[in-house]
């Protein structure tokens, strides 16, 4: 089974309708992120969360918010989706360490597209 | 803040030959790491190679070796002997030192491998 899984892994959806992609891991870590990934734009950071109770906003938090249900659970929300949100998201997790440095693990990724 | 510029969008090598991917990268710290992480047509992300920037020898995994320049501000990657499964999306990431930083990504390089 996958340490890190994403559902759904591709979602089709309407302008303004809310959606939320979810996230589950099974590798014990604290440390858990949102990602969106956009030809010729990398991988861009929405969301990061250290441990349970904290939720510290990325590059591009605008347009939507998470939740960190429990340390293997991390979700997010997009409140009233745009076609501009249209992309891959990925959800990542690390270990938690003093120096810096770790791996982060990757989700499948959800493919998503707003019409 | 810090920027990740990889300035190939696209690389192609034959089968069984070498090939250089570039990444350079601007930070006013003394203290990083830099990654190179491998996205197959799965879209599975994996972390291919790290390097700690306090360390002066290359990072090498096996085909997979890093020529890191820290004056110049530059971590390449070499794929030796490319194999078909080499066929991803290559993206370099810089982390500042410290237990609380987050991961910038640069925006890819495509490799493609012929047979």
């Known amino acids: 089974d996958a340490d890190v899984t994403q559902t759904p892994r591709n979602r089709i959806t309407k302008t303004g309708k809310r959606i939320m992609l979810e996230c589950s891991q099974t590798k014990g870590h604290d440390r858990m992120y949102w990602y969106r990934q956009d030809p010729g734009l990398g991988l861009r950071l929405i969301y990061y969360s250290f441990d349970v109770k904290d939720i510290n906003k990325g590059e591009i938090s605008d347009g939507y918010s998470v939740s960190r249900q429990a340390q293997a659970k991390f979700s997010l929300s997009l409140e009233s989706a745009i076609p501009n949100q249209t992309a891959l998201y990925f959800c990542?997790?690390?270990?938690?360490?003093?120096?810096?440095?770790?791996?982060?693990?990757f989700g499948p990724g959800t493919r998503l597209l707003v019409l | 803040a810090q920027t990740v510029t990889q300035s190939q969008p696209e690389m192609s090598v034959q089968e069984a030959e070498t090939v250089t991917l570039s990444c350079t990268y601007d930070?006013?710290?003394?203290?990083?790491?830099l990654f190179w992480y491998k996205q197959p047509p799965s879209r599975q992300m994996i972390l291919v190679i790290r390097q700690e920037a306090y360390k002066q020898q290359n990072a090498t995994e096996n085909r997979f070796s890093v020529n890191f320049q820290k004056a110049a501000k530059s971590f390449s990657l070499k794929i030796s002997d490319s194999q078909l499964g080499d066929a991803a999306m290559y993206f370099c990431a810089y982390q500042p030192f410290g237990g609380y930083q987050k991961v910038t990504f640069g925006i890819g390089t495509k490799l493609q491998v012929i047979p």
């Open positions: 930070t006013s710290e003394s203290d990083y790491y």
């Open positions: 990542a997790t690390s270990e938690t360490g003093t120096g810096g440095g770790e791996t982060q693990y």
